[in-house]
């Protein structure tokens, strides 16, 4: 079907709201008396609280209130920012307090002042006395699973917060079939997400005694629930205003602030108190993307099929359970949809230790489980003397693939497309021929992975978008959604897919972008790369009904049947004449003021989603080692995307961009580091975190092959996500290319390049 | 409290102020241009970035009281009578804008070079804009909007 806006490269909506300084972030509101709220944390990576004294911290002039576990009710709660299971099996863990009454990581809170102002606050910080009893802490999840091990939570006296083993076909006879089989272990790093707003709220009681609270979040509707949970108060008594949002990647799918905020508004008899996170706090006490460790084993054939996968993960969760198991689970269940094995087997374990808290982070398991695979799939071919790109094409899945566990289809499969063009965007024969032999102190390297994702998540997830379109006088319409534009470009390709059915100009889509629990459409939020599917299928399902009360009022005008219609940049159309019956301004007068029949066109819907559909892509990339320092430099990056249609191709190039840029990160210089005698923080700043700068961006490669999904509203699959996922393994196998070196851990900075020069004897 | 006089975006201000507070705090908290970002507090990430006497400047780590008889740029200052200037309408036109919490700073310091007059290479461009941090972009349409104003001028 051509498409009239979307596919278009339109501008953003918020563009100019942003370019000038006028888009309001949670810390640009200001309230009469606002307070100023701040939290002690624990210098001990695992202690338990024997005693705390805040009599001299409440003495002092400007302090309102000082808040520890024993102020707060006694109730564990979960922070994933997941939709509510009626089913108590499917919820999250509940392992934590607003303020604990036991440190597990250095950084947990103890204790929170609500002051006048930051500096009364953090004076008063000073004057609480904790007596501590220090317990042994484990970094090392391996370790953390020996007997004897400090327990971190008492629920879980193994630290095994998760585990589980999901066998399809048979595995043993599989591998005894093989002519030859492949071991690896490969390794990720911890990195965060480094959104550039740090979390911020605030919060105060309204008049009529309901707590509001505005947030940097990307889940409102779950900040209601478990702020509610947390404080044991029922959800409606709740209110949560998302404002513009600097960023998010996951680390705003948890629900980390709120709660504490509400408390400390509740403990000044609710006068509005901030609550802000420093840039050291963010990365200690929000979450981070879970390091991984995966055992690997593949069966192969002679002639390079694969039969069978074997693949043991360990997953490091940190102190609290956030997303938990649900993460290496999600990734298990994502990554079975690239290669056709015959047989798998896959057992990871998620174990709790004194380290910051994982959880959600962009592509969710899938950056840490395809390093892991796509590392190893090319060490086969390697080994094989296989070039990499004809080993994965003879073991790709093609489309009609059924996965047996959760039944989704691929429906659409332009991955094979996406290699061809990728392959001659980086001349990669060419190039092949060129790098052999390579002797000098600089060598270049060719490396390519590939990826599957899903789009949101049906079915282990529920999948529920809500749309609300107002038709004004003029024939504009406000687009309300309950959906959350966090930056990656929501608002506008959810607009654009209003105005294609609409028959509208996109300005004359007004759309609301600020989120209120207590008007907003219900929708669970950003995640799983799922609005545009998700929450597109519901504004797609508005605007359908919108346009047949447009229709039906026009139809009835001139005598035809709706289906004789159409509606075209804001005029009524007679399809076959092409003949203008009138405009669109007309018919929505009537639908305000017509004395008999009038009744404003609106409408208000929910969509339920109840499929999923696969998205593909690879990376291809040039490397340039420095024998000598152990650099690798991206010379050539190119990402192809198989995301079915692509809405809006300059906001898609964006998000490739920051994906790739955000990936190159994770593969050569990202890594939180901790001092392994106390559990600290090394590096939570953004001098000592080393972010990609422009300076090491080169010009990014962004392309797309267009295979429209039938599962998506006008064709769409996921896309946000699935660009951070494959950039890191295809560096690693350039590095591989480049020196004949396997380097099997993130993230491979100079030192750890050349250390590992220097132990194969290439230097 | 120590007074000060200062122009902000062209319009004079005379206002008591904490010797301790940055000119970060000044401009949003007493002054509310909160088109200035506060990323990280320790001149790391340049979303705070304002304008003093033409010179980009991470407000976060300027204390206020040395902007006394300064004249501060801000972000709600740069587009005039409701139209955007050349950087905006490039960054803009560019798609340069995602979260747009690193915006503010970037077109102010991509102001700065403009104003500047100077004639910049590829990798001049970089580097001078290399003391600002974003994490949704890539960079790659943030340098394509800067090259084109400096391209047009």
Redo the contacts between chains.
């Keep these: 079907m051509a498409y009239e806006i979307v596919g278009k ?1 339109e ?2 909506k ?12 949670a ?2 509101f ?1 309230e009469r008396d606002m307070l100023v709220g701040k939290v002690l944390r624990s210098p001990h990576a695992h202690a338990i609280i024997k005693n705390i004294d805040v009599s001299k911290a409440k003495a002092l002039p400007g302090v309102e209130a000082v808040i520890t576990h024993k102020d707060l009710p006694n109730i564990l709660y979960a922070t994933a920012g997941h939709p509510w299971s009626l089913d108590p099996e499917h919820r999250d863990v509940a392992d934590r307090l607003i303020l604990t009454d036991k440190a597990r990581l250095v950084g947990d809170g103890i204790a929170a002042v609500v002051a006048v102002d930051e ?1 009364t606050a953090k004076k008063a910080l000073k004057l609480i006395e904790v007596e501590y009893e220090v317990l042994p802490f484990v970094l090392d999840p391996e370790k953390a699973m020996l007997p004897g091990a400090p327990v971190i939570h008492e629920e879980k006296p193994d630290n095994i917060l998760g585990s589980a083993k999901e066998e399809i076909g048979d595995c043993k006879a599989d591998f005894k079939k093989a002519d030859r089989i492949f071991e690896g272990v490969y390794e990720t790093s911890i990195v965060q ?6 979390q911020s709220a605030y919060a105060y009681v309204d008049t009529d005694g309901r707590i509001v609270i505005v947030s940097s979040t990307q889940i409102p509707q779950i900040v209601r629930r478990i702020v509610g949970q947390a404080l044991g108060i029922q959800w409606g008594k709740i209110r949560v205003i998302k404002p ?4 998010g ?1 996951g680390n705003k799918q948890d629900v980390i602030i709120e709660p504490l905020t509400a408390a400390m508004t509740l403990a000044v008899n609710g006068r509005p108190v901030r609550y802000s996170l ?2 050291e706090e963010c990365f200690i006490d929000t979450r981070t993307r879970h390091a991984m460790k995966f055992y690997v084993r593949t069966a192969v054939t002679n002639e390079g099929k694969m039969l069978s996968l074997d693949m043991k993960p360990i997953s490091n969760n940190g102190a609290y359970a956030s997303h938990g198991h649900t993460i290496v689970m999600s990734a298990g269940g994502k990554f079975r949809f690239l290669y056709n094995y015959d047989s798998m087997n896959y057992e990871p374990k998620t174990v709790y230790t004194n380290l910051p808290a994982a959880g959600a982070m962009r592509a969710y398991g899938c950056p840490q489980i395809f390093f892991a695979l796509e590392s190893h799939v090319d060490d086969i071919a390697r080994e094989m003397n296989i070039d990499p790109v004809e080993f994965r094409l003879k073991n790709l899945v093609s489309e009609g693939k059924v996965d047996p566990h959760s039944g989704i289809v691929v429906r659409s499969f332009g991955l094979p497309e996406c290699i061809t063009k990728g392959k001659q965007l980086i001349k990669w024969d060419e190039k092949l021929k060129k790098y052999k032999n390579q002797k000098g102190t600089k060598r270049r390297g060719l490396g390519m992975a590939c990826f599957s994702y899903a789009t949101g998540t049906y079915p282990h997830g529920f999948e529920i978008g809500g749309a609300r379109i107002v038709m004004n006088q003029d024939g504009s319409v406000q687009l309300q959604i309950g959906a959350t534009e ?4 929501s608002d506008t390709v959810l607009s654009q897919i209003a105005a294609e059915v609409l028959g509208l100009p996109l300005d004359m889509v007004h759309v609301i972008s600020q989120q209120d629990t207590d008007i907003s459409p219900f929708d669970l939020g950003a995640y799983a790369s799922r609005q545009t599917f998700v929450s597109g299928a519901a504004v797609k399902k508005a605007a359908d009904e919108v346009r047949r009360k447009v229709l039906e009022i026009a139809a009835k005008k001139i005598g035809l049947s709706i289906d004789q219609l159409d509606i075209k940049n804001a005029r009524i159309i007679e399809k076959k004449l092409k003949r203008e019956i009138c405009t669109l301004e007309e018919v929505a007068m009537e639908s305000y003021y017509d004395p008999v029949d009038a009744a404003p066109i609106t409408s208000d819907v929910t969509a339920n989603v109840r499929t999923n559909a696969m998205a593909y892509g690879v990376t291809f990339v040039e490397v340039e080692v420095d024998m000598e320092t152990g650099r690798i430099e991206v010379i050539e990056i190119y990402n192809v995307h198989d995301s079915g249609v692509i809405i809006n191709p ?2 898609a ?2 998000q ?7 990936s190159m990160g994770y593969a050569l210089s990202e890594q939180m580091l901790f001092d392994p005698k106390t559990g600290a923080p090394l590096n939570n ?3 000592d975190y080393k ?5 090491d ?1 080169p ?2 490669g962004a392309d797309f092959v267009e295979v429209p999904d039938p599962a998506g509203s006008v064709g769409q699959k996921s896309l946000g996500e699935n660009t951070t996922i494959s950039p890191a393994p295809a560096i690693r196998n350039a590095l591989l290319h480049a020196t004949g070196m396997p380097v099997n851990k993130l993230p491979l900075t100079p030192q750890k390049v050349f250390e590992n020069l220097k132990e194969s004897g290439l230097l | 409290m120590k007074k000060i006089s200062l122009n902000v975006n062209g319009k004079p201000y005379s206002i008591d102020i904490d010797m ?1 507070e940055s000119l970060l705090e000044v401009l ?2 007493r002054l ?11 001149g ?2 340049g ?1 705070c970035t304002v304008l003093i006497d033409g010179t980009a400047i991470d407000s976060c780590i300027y204390l206020a009281v040395w902007a006394d008889g300064k004249s501060i740029t ?3 200052g ?2 005039k009578d409701g139209k ?1 200037s050349k950087v ?1 309408q490039a ?3 560019e ?1 340069a ?8 700073g970037l ?1 102010l310091t991509t102001t700065a070079i403009v104003e500047s007059g100077k004639k910049l290479t590829e990798e001049e461009i ?2 001078e ?2 003391g ?12 394509n909007a800067v090259k084109k104003v400096l391209d047009e001028e």
């Design positions: 490269r501008t953003r918020d563009a100019v709201a942003k370019v000038t300084g006028k888009a309001k972030y810390d640009d200001f500096l997400h480094c959104h550039l707003e740090i513009y949002i600097g960023g990647f420093t840039r966090i930056g990656q470009g300059q906001l190039e964006g490739v961009h920051g994906g790739v840029s955000m700043n953004f001098l972010l990609q700068t422009i300076m961006t010009d990014i | 301790r949003r908290d509310h241009f909160t088109g200035v970002k506060q990323g990280c507090s320790v790391e990430c979303a801000t972000i709600e740069v587009s955007l905006q960054f803009v036109d798609g804008v995602q979260c747009g919490f690193c915006t503010p077109v970089k580097r804009i290399s600002h941090l974003c994490r949704c972009t890539g960079y790659n349409k943030i340098f």
